[in-house]
C-alpha cells in the first residue's frame, strides 16, 4: 500500500504575510497596507485563492499583479497551488485610498510646498534650446536613483516634452479618483503631456493652460514620499519658470549651458531669473564641454570653452552668492544613443567620459538631498557645497 505524502495546511497568516511583500506597481506600497486583499480562501489540499481590488477596471498592470501574488503566494509553505481572482474597487474605496495616500491631506496641496518637505526639487532650466537640458535632466535622475534616493521627475516643457522617451517608459498613467499614479522607469517616477496626447501630436496652450497643467501634475500625482523632484523645464524665462517660481518657491535651480559664449549669456539671462523670484541657483553645469578625439584622446572643443565658468562668475555677481559649476560632460555620442533608446548613459555607461561626469554631478545633488534629510534628525551632513 502507498504511504500518503503528509503537506501541513499553509496557515492564513503565513499567506498573508507573503501578500505583505507584494507591492503595487503604480503606487509602490505593499497591497495589504493599501486595502487591496479581498479575501483569502485555504482549501485542505494546500490550494490557495486570492482575490485582489484592483483600484480601477482595467488596470494595465494587472498581469503584473497577478504574477507578484502568485509568485508570492506560492512559495508560502504547505501551498500547492494558486489561483488568484481580480475585482475592482467601488467609488467609495477609492476615495479612502487616495485619502489615505494623501497623508488626510487636503485635494490641490502640492506636498513638496509645505513647511518641512523633505522633498530637494530642483528646476533644470536653459536659455537656449538644444544644450541638452533634458538629457542632463534624465540622467541625474536616473543616477540619483541608483545612488537608493526615491526620485521623480516632471517633463515641464510642456511644447517640447521628450522625457519619457529618454528616460525609457511608455506606460499610461492610472487615475485613481482625482489622483494621478505615475509609471516609472530606471528607479524613477516620471509625468509627462506626452502621456496624455494621442502619437506626436503637437500641444497648442496659451500661459493659462501651463499653469493649470503643471498644477496638476505637482498637486494630482501622487509622488509618495520623495527625495527628490526634477523639474524639466522650457528654455527661457517664460510661462512654466514663473508658475514653478509661484507653485513651488522653495525650488532651486540648475542651470544647463554649453561653453560658447552665445549660450552662456542666454543661460546666464535665464538663471538671473532667481533673483525676482527670489530663488536660490544651486549650480551651473556646463554640458558638451569638448569632444575626446576616439582615436587619439585628444579634447576638441567644438563649442569653445569656458561658458560654464562665465555663466557661474555672472550668477554669483548677479545674485550675491557663490554659484559653482558642479561639473562638465563632454561630447559622447552614448549619451545621445541612451536619449534615443531610452537607456540612460548614466546608467549603461557610467565609467564613459559623459558617464562619470553625470555620474559626478548627480553625486553632490545626492549629498544635497541626503543632508536635507539628516538636518531633519538633527544630524549634520559631512558633505555640503
Given at each position: ?21 507584494v507591492?503595487?506597481?503604480?503606487i509602490?506600497?505593499?497591497i495589504?497596507e493599501?486595502g487591496m ?7 485542505d ?7 485582489v ?9 494587472r498581469?503584473?499583479i ?22 475592482v ?8 485610498l ?8 487636503a485635494?490641490?496641496e ?7 518637505s523633505?522633498?530637494?526639487?530642483y528646476a ?6 538644444g ?22 521627475v516632471?517633463d ?47 500641444v497648442?496652450w ?13 498637486a ?15 528654455p527661457?524665462?517664460?510661462?512654466i519658470?514663473i508658475s ?15 561653453p560658447?559664449?552665445a ?19 544651486v ?8 569632444m575626446p ?9 567644438v563649442?569653445?570653452t ?12 548677479t545674485?550675491?552668492?557663490t ?13 545621445r ?6 537607456r ?39 558633505n555640503?557645497?
Open positions: 500500500m502507498a504511504t500518503a505524502t503528509y503537506r501541513p495546511t499553509p496557515a492564513e497568516d503565513a499567506v498573508r504575510a507573503a501578500l505583505a511583500t507591492n503595487d506597481p503604480e509602490h506600497k505593499p495589504t493599501l486583499v479581498k479575501s483569502v480562501d485555504i482549501a489540499d494546500g490550494t490557495v485563492a486570492v482575490a481590488w484592483l483600484t480601477v477596471a482595467g488596470c494595465p498592470l498581469d503584473t497577478t504574477q507578484r501574488v502568485s509568485t508570492a503566494v506560492g512559495g508560502v509553505a504547505g501551498v500547492t497551488a494558486v489561483r488568484v481572482t481580480l475585482d474597487m467601488s467609488d467609495a474605496q477609492r476615495k479612502d487616495a485619502s489615505s495616500l494623501r497623508g488626510g491631506q485635494e490641490r502640492i506636498p513638496f510646498a509645505q513647511p518641512g523633505l522633498t530637494r526639487v533644470v532650466a536653459s536659455g537656449k534650446g544644450v541638452g537640458k533634458s538629457s542632463v535632466t534624465v540622467n541625474l535622475a536616473a543616477a540619483m536613483a541608483a545612488d537608493g534616493l526615491k526620485v521623480g516632471v515641464a516643457d510642456i511644447y517640447g516634452h521628450s522625457v519619457p522617451r529618454m528616460l525609457g517608459t511608455d506606460g499610461r498613467p492610472t487615475q485613481v479618483e482625482n489622483m494621478i499614479m505615475p509609471p516609472s522607469a530606471n528607479g524613477v517616477k516620471v509625468i509627462s503631456i506626452g502621456m496624455f496626447t494621442p502619437g506626436n501630436a503637437p497648442v496659451r500661459g493659462p493652460m501651463l499653469h493649470r497643467a503643471l498644477q496638476q501634475f505637482l494630482d500625482v501622487y509622488w509618495g514620499d520623495l527625495d527628490v523632484l526634477l523639474l524639466d523645464l522650457p527661457g524665462t517664460g510661462d519658470a514653478v517660481a509661484q507653485l513651488v518657491p522653495n525650488a532651486e535651480i540648475l542651470v544647463v549651458t554649453t560658447q559664449q549660450a552662456a549669456e542666454v543661460a546666464e539671462r535665464a538663471g538671473s531669473i532667481a533673483v525676482q523670484t527670489h530663488q536660490k541657483i549650480g551651473v553645469v556646463e554640458n558638451m564641454s569638448g578625439c576616439p582615436h587619439c584622446g585628444e579634447v576638441v572643443d563649442f569653445g569656458g561658458g560654464g565658468d562665465r555663466v557661474a562668475e555672472g550668477l554669483t555677481r545674485t550675491g552668492t554659484v559653482p559649476v558642479l561639473g562638465r560632460i563632454p561630447i559622447d555620442v552614448r549619451l544613443e541612451g536619449g534615443d533608446d531610452g540612460p548613459v548614466a546608467l549603461t555607461n557610467p565609467e564613459s567620459p559623459a558617464g562619470a561626469a553625470l555620474r559626478g554631478i548627480a553625486g553632490k545633488l545626492t549629498n544635497r538631498s541626503r543632508g536635507l534629510a539628516g538636518m531633519s534628525l538633527g544630524i549634520t551632513p559631512r555640503k557645497f
